[in-house]
């Protein structure tokens, strides 16, 4: 077994109402920043042992899919790094 850590970002789709990114543009606005668009996103560090790295991204999706993400809503990103 290896240690990974995998990290599991978790953001509206766009079209979803993101209440917290509009507010935080419109902030940002007016401390005098540019935007074009903001979004908001969850990131979930998760360490576990695993065979290998596809074994470590393959537990990290289901748990994206049955408790972290809501598909509906949701769009989610994994990436698995080896720990050190």
């Known amino acids: 077994m290896t240690a ?3 990290t599991v970002t978790v953001r509206l789709k ?4 993101d ?5 935080t543009q419109r902030q940002l606005e007016r401390l005098g920043f540019d935007l074009d668009d903001l979004r908001s996103a969850d990131r ?14 393959e537990r990290a999706e289901e748990m994206a899919e049955r408790l972290l993400a ?14 050190e």
């Open 4 to 6: 990974f850590t995998a």
């Open 14 to 17: 766009r079209g979803v109402l």
């Open 19 to 23: 209440p917290e990114a509009e507010t």
């Open 44 to 57: 979930f560090e998760i360490d576990l042992d695993a065979d290998g790295a596809d074994e470590a991204a």
């Open 70 to 83: 809501n598909p509906t809503i949701h769009d989610y990103d994994v990436e698995v790094a080896e720990r």
